[in-house]
């Protein structure tokens, strides 16, 4: 299982950015999925997270109201949409994909990772 992040770039503080997440695989809608961020000198965090289904989300009270998650799984397919920015969402943004059970909110629950597409927001 290969995952592919894209998205990223640079914003002004205050606009969007809809960060995807191509996943290589047939059993793709059998995966819950989640993103996960990283600033200089921090842990890794999670951000959001969707059921295989779709019925399903979670997000970290930093994300809540202001991020969206989704997946379409005909086309393998997560996305991030990202909504009024702030410079401290500035990271690396990694999603994840878990086939097991576990806390959607710990990386250790989530068995593959993609490469990351970096997030800068300026103020």
């Known amino acids: 299982v290969q995952l592919q992040a894209s998205g990223g770039g640079l914003v002004q503080a205050g606009g969007s950015l809809r960060l995807s997440c191509t996943v290589s695989g047939r059993t793709f809608s059998t995966y819950g999925m989640g993103w996960f961020r990283q600033a200089p000198g921090k842990p890794r965090e999670f951000v959001a997270a969707i059921t295989w289904s779709g019925d399903s989300t979670y997000y970290a009270d930093s994300a809540k109201g202001r991020f969206t998650i989704s997946r379409e799984n005909g086309k393998n397919l997560v996305y991030l949409q990202m909504n009024s920015l702030k410079p401290e969402d500035t990271a690396v943004y990694y999603c994840?994909?878990?086939?097991?059970?576990?806390?959607?909110?710990?990386?250790?629950?989530?068995?593959?990772w993609g490469q990351g597409t970096e997030v800068t927001v300026s103020s």
């Open positions: 994840a994909a878990r086939q097991g059970g576990g806390s959607y909110y710990y990386t250790r629950s989530y068995d593959y």
